[in-house]
């Protein structure tokens, strides 16, 4: 299974909504959305995407704290229409705390769920946690945060790889020609893993805004024949 990790904006959303035709009837892909903001279109593209029948995963707390309970009910509110689009997701890293986890928890208690682990927990008891969820959780683990994953003690749906495979410039025109993008698509069940995880052009790095661009770089992507 391919899990891209995106945001909210407009492209990433209407991305997933237009190529919902071909992705959903496979069943491969299931995009995660890093919720940048709650954002007032969002709502509406998501119930969309999930008439599509496109299954997608909502990491819940990457949004302002002061929206994570409106964000549980536009959740509630898809699942009772469409049920099984929405998998409310979760990301853990160094800022993450054990009552944010648990909240999550309580929430989504009776949902199939998504951990996504950016770093390994800086707080203990995770596995406490998900023992107490109704059905265990899909990982999604970086490549610093996997050893942890694999020690957790509790059940789970399976657990997926994230990498940050492109090499990002700081200016478009200092790409060269041909690089090489490694995203363990060909070798993540060779890994013991049941899926893979990356980014979009810019990454795992993030910036609201923008200006005018000095270049356009055009990125292809193929498979390597080593």
Not at 22 to 47: C, I, K, S
Not at 91 to 108: G, K, L, N, P, R
């Amino acid at each position: 299974m391919y899990l891209p990790y995106l945001r909210n904006r407009t492209n990433e959303v209407f991305a997933v909504l237009e190529s919902a035709p071909v992705t959903a009837a496979q069943r491969l892909v299931l995009p995660l959305f890093n919720l940048v903001d709650e954002g007032a279109y969002f709502p509406a593209r998501l119930q969309k995407i999930a008439a599509a029948t496109q299954p997608v995963g909502l990491i819940i707390n990457t949004a302002p704290r002061t929206t994570w309970a409106s964000l549980a009910g536009l959740v509630a509110s898809i699942q009772a229409v469409h049920p099984g689009m929405v998998f409310p997701a979760f990301e853990i890293s160094d800022a993450t705390t054990h009552a944010d986890v648990s909240w999550f928890a309580t929430q989504f208690v009776g949902l199939s769920t998504i951990l996504v682990h950016r770093t390994p927990p800086a707080f203990a008891g995770l596995d406490t946690v998900i023992r107490g969820l109704a059905l265990p959780p899909l990982h999604v683990a970086s490549v610093a945060a996997a050893p942890s994953v694999g020690l957790i003690a509790a059940p789970s749906l399976g657990a997926a790889i994230m990498v940050d495979a492109f090499d990002r410039q700081v200016v478009n025109g200092a790409y060269p020609v041909r690089s090489v993008f490694a995203n363990h698509a060909y070798d993540y069940s060779i890994l013991g893993f049941n899926g893979f995880s990356d980014f979009g052009t810019v990454g795992d790095y993030f910036r609201k805004g923008g200006g005018q661009a000095s270049h356009v770089a055009l990125h292809l992507t193929e498979p390597s024949g080593d």
